[in-house]
């Protein structure tokens, strides 16, 4: 008896595991993988671009109501995020709408300028919560010029490609959010004469990326090959949102604001908020510290983010979605244990950041090292109630390797 065979490949029953009967053939398994792959590609080749039907336009006021239920304060900054946002979608829909007046919305790309710790990166993340274009998040430390170890400034799409899963139209439409933009500050003010690989050469390389080119993007990341297949991607309706410290940049804002003034002290002079001169920054601020004009030029709208007081960094404890106070009984109520804290913990803690600079991000290291020893115990004990004393936290606080570091 002759032996039954796959149709596809021709294998005979015994050198394929499965073989699935048809009426008039047979198929193996490894026929039917492929074949699976083949139709899911022509189905997602076929599908119609997902241009505008799966876009929700979310008003400004309603894209600040999201983000201030896991930021605090920074209201200056959501309103800038939120309308650069909210515009952003309304250019995708103007784009798939046709319009035929000619008028061409541009890009508001944005750069945030604030302290360590003040919630740049999380309102990055918190905006990626509420979208629906793909987004990500790009650290500008690892850039460096083409052809010097660290990455491509095209290594940023890739991110976006991934998750976009892939589909380049999805990515064409997305966010990226640049963190650490001042890290690629040149040394000087002045044009470098020699190469300056991580600092005006990846400026430079930014630029193409920015004002709108066909990319082409190493789909896996990493270094460019010239075997490696790219991808080609179109960054005209891409947002780009940067945001950095500019660690130093408040003595080139005071030195401007000073010069304002010959002779006698004015009264604008008078009304300067000399503990909070980021609200003061401008453009010609970031070109003294060290950005090109040309990039400065691709990003139309600055805006700041003020210093964290010791209100806020209060509120920052006990009031958003993800505070710490929460997070905190969450990880005791999972092990039975009921966890409160007094009021004057919480105003140690706060005190304790101010008093180290580190901003809201010091919160959870102070907060740390207070509870480190009860996360050890707790568990393995039969306590159902635990209270955080005032006496408690700076007992643990002071053994701490925290406490022992010296304040600048």
Do not use: W
Request: glycine share 6%; aromatic share 6%; hydrophobic share 40%.
């Amino acid at each position: 008896m002759k032996e039954i065979t796959c149709s596809f490949c021709g294998r005979k029953k015994s050198e394929v595991s499965i073989l699935i009967a048809g009426i008039s053939g047979h198929i193996c398994e490894d026929c039917a993988t492929q074949a699976n792959a083949i139709v899911s590609e022509e189905s997602k080749s076929k599908l119609p671009a997902s241009s505008d039907k799966d876009l929700e336009l979310h008003k400004p006021a309603d894209i600040k109501r999201f983000i201030d239920e896991f930021v605090i304060g920074q209201d200056d900054a959501k309103k800038s995020l939120s309308v650069a946002v909210y515009n952003h979608y309304k250019r995708l829909m103007q784009k798939s709408a046709k319009d035929s007046d000619g008028v061409e919305i541009e890009k508001s790309n944005i750069i945030l300028v604030g302290e360590t710790g003040t919630g740049k990166t999380l309102l990055a993340k918190t905006i990626a919560k509420m979208l629906h274009v793909p987004f990500c998040i790009a650290d500008a430390t690892v850039l460096t010029e083409a052809g010097y170890v660290g990455e491509d400034v095209e290594s940023i799409l890739s991110r976006l490609l991934q998750d976009a899963e892939y589909d380049v139209q999805r990515a064409e439409r997305g966010i990226v959010f640049i963190d650490e933009i001042d890290k690629i500050a040149r040394k000087s003010d002045n044009p470098s004469i020699t190469r300056d690989v991580s600092g005006e050469g990846v400026q430079q390389a930014l630029l193409k990326l920015l004002e709108g080119s066909i990319i082409n993007v190493p789909p896996q990341g990493g270094r460019k090959h010239p075997e490696q297949k790219m991808i080609q991607v179109n960054t005209a309706n891409v947002l780009f949102v940067c945001g950095g410290a500019f660690d130093g940049i408040d003595k080139i804002i005071e030195r401007r604001m000073n010069t304002a003034a010959i002779g006698y002290s004015s009264k604008s002079e008078e009304s300067v908020d000399k503990e909070n001169l980021l609200q003061y920054v401008s453009p010609l601020d970031l070109k003294r510290f060290g950005l090109i004009p040309e990039l400065i030029g691709r990003f139309p709208v600055l805006t700041h983010l003020d210093p964290l007081n010791e209100t806020t960094l209060r509120r920052i404890l006990t009031e958003p979605k993800n505070a710490l106070v929460k997070q905190y009984v969450k990880l005791f109520e999972m092990d039975g244990v009921k966890l409160t804290f007094d009021k004057k913990v919480l105003d140690f803690i706060v005190e304790k950041a101010i008093e180290y600079k580190l901003g809201a991000r010091g919160l959870r290291g102070i907060c740390e090292a207070i509870m480190m020893d009860a996360m050890y115990e707790l568990p393995s004990s039969k306590e159902k109630e635990f209270k955080v004393t005032l006496a408690y936290a700076k007992e643990k606080f002071s053994r701490s390797k925290l406490s022992q570091l010296k304040v600048a």
